[in-house]
C-alpha cells in the first residue's frame, strides 16, 4: 500500500490511504541507516506487519520542522504581541528560498495596532517583490488562505504565540488545537504544540508545527546566499560586477535601490547579519 505520513510521534508513524489509517512502523534498515521518516512523506507499507518499507522520493524537506513534499509554507508572524519580528521573517524567506519551498505570508492581530500606517507600508513591500501577503482580521482573508490550502500540504510556522495554533482552529472547530497566552515577561508565546501533524481541510493538508524562535541556515555558499533575496537577484544585472554580493562593492545597483528608498532599508540590514553570520560559519569550516 502507499500511503501518506500525517503524524509521527515516538517512532510511530501514521500513515494515510484512501480514507483508512494505519499506525506503522519504519523497518529497521532506515534506522541502521539512520534515516528519518518525516510527516508529509509518501510511503510503501506492508499492511500485514505495519511496517514502512520504503520512502519515495522528496520533492523538499525541512529539518526544523520534520516536514517533506510541501507546496506551500505559510509564515505566520503577528504584529503585535509579540512585535512584528522582521529579522525572523526575512531569515525564513531566505531559507525557505534556498530550499525552494512557496513561502506565504500571514500577518496577525493587526487589529491591535493604533496606527497602522507603517505595517501597511512592511506588508505592501512584502507583496511587491511577489508575496502573496494576508492580514488576518476579516473573513475574506481567512476564505483566501483556505482557498490557498485546498489541493495542497502545506505547513504553517512561525513564533509561538503568533496565531498559528488559532487560526487553524478557525478553519476547522474539530482540529481542537490548544492555544495558550502571551507570555507578558518574556513578550512571547508559550509552545502548545509539541509535534507535527497533518490535518485534513477539505481537500489538502495542513500542518500545525512547533513554534520555533530561530532557524539556522544550511550549508551554503555566499553569491548562492546573495539570490536568495528575490528583489536583490531580480536587480543583480544592474550591478558592476556579475558575482555582486553587495555588501563591499562599487557601483552596487542594491545599495542604491536602499538608499533611494526603492529596497526596504530592514530587508538590506537583515541581509548584511545573514551574510557575516553564514561567512564567519564558512570561516569555521575550515
Known amino acids: 500500500m502507499q500511503g501518506l505520513v500525517i503524524k509521527a510521534i515516538s517512532g510511530e508513524y501514521s500513515v494515510f490511504n484512501d480514507g483508512k489509517l494505519l499506525t506503522c512502523k519504519p523497518k529497521g534498515l532506515f534506522r541502521l541507516r539512520e534515516e528519518l521518516v518525516k510527516v508529509g512523506d509518501r510511503v510503501i507499507v506492508d499492511e500485514k506487519t505495519k511496517t514502512i518499507i520504503a520512502v519515495l522520493p522528496r520533492k523538499n524537506e525541512l529539518i526544523r520542522p520534520?516536514?517533506?513534499n510541501l507546496d506551500k509554507i505559510f509564515l505566520v508572524f503577528s504584529v503585535k504581541e509579540p512585535d512584528l519580528n522582521l529579522n525572523l521573517l526575512d531569515r525564513l524567506l531566505s531559507?525557505?528560498?534556498y530550499y525552494d519551498l512557496h513561502p506565504i505570508i500571514v500577518f496577525t492581530k493587526v487589529d491591535l495596532l493604533e496606527?497602522?500606517?507603517e505595517f501597511l507600508k512592511i506588508s505592501d513591500y512584502y507583496h511587491q517583490i511577489g508575496y502573496a501577503t494576508y492580514s488576518t482580521g476579516h473573513g475574506l482573508s481567512f476564505e483566501l488562505i483556505k482557498q490557498e490550502?485546498?489541493?495542497?500540504i502545506c505547513a504553517f510556522a512561525g513564533q509561538s504565540g503568533v496565531g498559528k495554533s488559532t487560526l487553524l482552529n478557525w478553519f476547522d472547530g474539530s482540529f481542537q488545537i490548544k492555544t495558550d497566552a502571551i507570555s507578558q515577561a518574556l513578550g512571547r508565546g508559550k509552545h502548545t504544540t509539541r509535534h507535527v501533524e497533518l490535518l485534513k481541510l477539505g481537500d489538502g493538508w495542513v500542518a500545525?508545527?512547533?513554534g520555533f524562535g530561530t532557524i539556522e541556515y544550511p550549508n551554503?555558499?555566499?553569491l548562492t546566499f546573495s539570490q536568495t533575496f528575490r528583489e536583490f537577484f531580480a536587480a543583480r544585472k544592474d550591478c558592476q560586477f556579475n558575482k555582486c554580493l553587495?555588501?563591499?562593492e562599487p557601483d552596487c545597483a542594491i545599495k542604491k535601490m536602499v538608499k533611494d528608498g526603492s529596497i526596504l532599508s530592514s530587508r538590506y540590514d537583515n541581509y548584511?547579519?545573514?551574510y557575516k553570520e553564514i561567512k564567519e560559519n564558512l570561516k569555521n569550516q575550515y
Request: aromatic share 8%; net charge negative; hydrophobic share 50%.
Open 208 to 210: 500545525d508545527t512547533p
Open 272 to 274: 548584511l547579519l545573514f
Open 95 to 97: 531559507i525557505f528560498e
Open 149 to 152: 490550502i485546498s489541493g495542497s
Open 115 to 117: 496606527n497602522p500606517e
Open 66 to 68: 520534520a516536514v517533506a
Open 246 to 248: 553587495h555588501v563591499d
Open 220 to 222: 551554503i555558499d555566499m
